[in-house]
């Protein structure tokens, strides 16, 4: 039989078994219903219909504490008979040959096919019970591994599917499954297979699946894990963002443990030995609560956290969190991750209206871009509302922002963050070689070189009408002739390409980001006068009209009244805390721990791979090499150079001291470890020292 033909022929089964359902549920239900009871009262399973020969689509058990035997019995014959069934194994049979059934759940194709092996004998009628096993829960279940999930049910044709393809047939030959969703995010299955595969039904009732958990059975004992928990295993920002806009909640977390999901992404990069900061970026930008985990544990950011236990008060709120799991966290929670715990704790809680409104003009992901830089809230937050506000409004004119502050304070990462995020492509121009007209966008015709163009001037005919992002990094040094060539394209929006004689461009739907240095010591006055030695929420509350009024005053004296009337918004970066230069210290740091994760290559002369770099301490090592080394003039550029010469360089040195040469089958090994850390000196004087200190190896599951 070939696919189409299996596929055929489950489709045609479906529609009869339909029609059939159909007819029947006119004259009675086929169902089954567990009745769950609160206190000393017991559960009781109930058949409603009598008559169990007609068919239901599926079975599925919810919130069942007890068993009939009588409905095991129905669920036997139903299986063989081709009826799926939903959900997870109960534990065994006791002495007296009756199943236990542990905790409250589902059963699933494994269960029926357990009570089969068992060779149970039964004999009973509708109403009879089974007694509740009582279990204790454990404290805490570390290492914390996923388990391995199947699609609850597969036809012949599935096995003749692979990739995205498994998942895009699973969707067309059965109705939706959190197991099958699990299951492809599990195996490696794209992004945009997975966005497939939800559309694929009406957004309430995926909002609702969404937040139905994957049950797993283990050791007599029910687990639910929610369907973040598979996005955050597989560590892809891009999917914790698809699943949290299709309704899947942050704040759901795993069952008996109750692990939220914030520790668990936190504690697997120990597991896997990866880098999940991202990941959990993602997840407090959709929603996450930073107060899961217990406060003591990233309020100082600067400080590591303690494994001792939590706060008398707070006990029985962190009840989750154990000495063991406790240690677990102190060992992976870093400092970038502790400061934007403390950077989402100050942000208020997006209500259901911005949610909407970002999804629907596809800017979602434009609430994560306070978590991409380190300081500059004040920035991040009037990009973030000038243009939503612009989409909103359908301003059919381009969108001009002037970032202007001090070097090295996240202009140019903050613009390359936004074509990331929004997905829209980017082209940076540095203007520091732009003199005329025709550096920028081109000689026009019937110069010579017109038909080339330029970089600029060909990547907007690329994305004419389309959204796009250019950065004009340095615009201060341009020159008045290139300002008065960009009235027109800031004002209307429209531009005629310089290779072809006569084609107009469509540019109102450009974001133009200008970047300068200019009324740096302005920024740093209104700084000193108001906002150092503040807390971090002072930046948020602090009206900065004032400053913008004195920088659009600067600017209109070296860009031009003109060209700066057509600036939507004049945003100042503001200089580094004390706190904000170790954080961004340690964001190169983090760079470099990544850099040397990736495999060796000899052929391409990668030797500088495959490491394991353990910062000691990093709260403290950052704070040491940003006091020493930052220079308020370079900014960020200065606590990269001393991270290269602090840390880069002896660890270069240091692996010239091992003895072995490196191949690529190191790729197969552990991990080489090297520990990085300050050590005190004689004199009281300290430095940075990196020393090989065995291996790391990645803890995989037991299935």
């Not at 089964?13 to 239900?29: F, H, R």
Request: charged share 25%; proline share 4%.
């Amino acid at each position: 039989m070939t696919q189409e033909e299996a596929i055929k022929e489950v489709r045609d089964d479906k529609k009869e078994a339909t029609a059939a359902e159909k007819k029947d549920a006119k004259d009675k239900s086929c169902s089954l219903t567990w009745e769950h009871r609160s206190g000393s009262e017991q559960g009781k399973a109930l058949i409603l219909a009598s008559d169990v020969t007609h068919l239901p689509a599926r079975i599925s058990f919810k919130e069942a504490s007890l068993l009939g035997i009588s409905a095991i019995t129905a669920c036997i014959g139903w299986y063989s008979m081709g009826v799926p069934i939903r959900g997870n194994v109960f534990s065994a049979a006791n002495k007296k040959g009756m199943l236990v059934w542990s905790g409250a759940s589902s059963v699933g194709m494994g269960a029926v096919q357990s009570v089969k092996m068992l060779g149970l004998t039964v004999h009973a009628k509708p109403g009879d019970m089974i007694a509740k096993t009582e279990t204790k829960e454990a404290i805490s279940m570390l290492p914390f591994f996923l388990p391995k999930v199947h699609p609850w049910r597969l036809h012949a044709c599935c096995a003749l599917t692979g990739g995205d393809a498994a998942l895009d047939h699973l969707g067309e030959c059965q109705d939706f499954d959190i197991d099958a969703l699990a299951w492809a995010i599990q195996n490696g299955l794209s992004t945009s297979c997975v966005d497939r595969y939800l559309k694929r039904w009406n957004a309430a009732k995926i909002k609702q699946e969404l937040c139905e958990p994957v049950f797993s059975s283990f050791n007599q004992r029910l687990y639910e894990y929610p369907i973040l928990f598979f996005a955050v295993e597989r560590n892809c920002p891009s999917l914790v963002r698809l699943l949290c806009r299709a309704g899947a909640d942050a704040g759901q977390p795993a069952k008996p443990s109750k692990l939220p999901i914030l520790a668990y992404c936190i504690m697997v990069a120990e597991y896997q030995l990866s880098d999940t900061t991202n990941t959990l970026f993602a997840l407090l930008a959709m929603g996450a609560d930073p107060y899961a985990l217990p406060q003591d544990m990233w309020c100082e950011y600067v400080k590591n956290p303690t494994k001792v236990g939590n706060p008398e008060a707070e006990r029985a709120k962190y009840a989750w969190c154990s000495l063991q799991v406790r240690a677990a966290l102190c060992r992976t929670f870093n400092l970038l991750q502790r400061y934007q715990f403390k950077m989402a704790s100050l942000l208020p809680i997006k209500t259901a209206r911005q949610k909407q409104l970002a999804a629907a003009f596809d800017m979602t992901p434009l609430f994560e871009i306070q978590f991409q830089i380190v300081g500059q809230r004040l920035a991040t937050k009037t990009v973030q509302e000038w243009v939503m506000s612009h989409a909103l409004q359908h301003i059919e004119m381009p969108l001009v922002l002037l970032f202007t502050g001090p070097s090295g304070h996240g202009k140019s990462e903050l613009a390359k963050g936004m074509g990331e995020l929004l997905s829209l492509p980017l082209l940076k121009v540095d203007c520091t070689q732009v003199r005329r007209t025709s550096d920028l966008l081109g000689p026009q015709a019937p110069y010579e070189g017109h038909e080339e163009g330029s970089s600029l001037n060909n990547f907007l005919a690329e994305h004419s009408g389309k959204k796009a992002v250019v950065f004009l990094d340095e615009f201060e040094k341009t020159s008045s002739d290139v300002h008065q060539s960009l009235l027109l394209l800031f004002d209307e929006g429209f531009y005629k390409d310089r290779r072809l004689v006569g084609k107009q461009i469509d540019c109102t739907k450009t974001i133009w980001i200008l970047a300068s240095n200019q009324g740096e010591e302005m920024i740093q006055q209104y700084w000193d006068d108001h906002l150092a030695d503040k807390p971090e929420d002072a930046q948020l509350q602090l009206p900065i009209d004032p400053l913008q009024r004195q920088l659009e005053q600067s600017f209109q004296n070296t860009l031009g009244a003109p060209l700066t009337g057509r600036v939507s918004a004049i945003i100042p970066f503001l200089p580094f805390s004390k706190e904000e230069r170790a954080v961004t210290t340690y964001k190169f740091m983090r760079k470099l721990f990544n850099e040397t994760r990736k495999p060796v290559s000899v052929e391409a002369k990668q030797f500088a791979r495959h490491l394991f770099l353990n910062f000691v301490e990093d709260g403290q090592l950052a704070t040491f090499i940003a006091e020493k080394y930052y220079s308020p003039v370079l900014g960020a550029r200065s606590l990269l150079s001393a991270v290269n010469t602090q840390i880069r360089h002896k660890l270069t040195h240091a692996m010239f001291m091992q003895v072995e040469e490196i191949t690529d089958d190191v790729n197969d090994k552990a991990w080489d470890n090297y520990d990085v850390r300050v050590e005190d000196l004689k004199g009281g004087s300290k430095e940075i020292t990196v020393k090989a200190e065995g291996s790391r190896t990645v803890q995989k599951r037991i299935d």
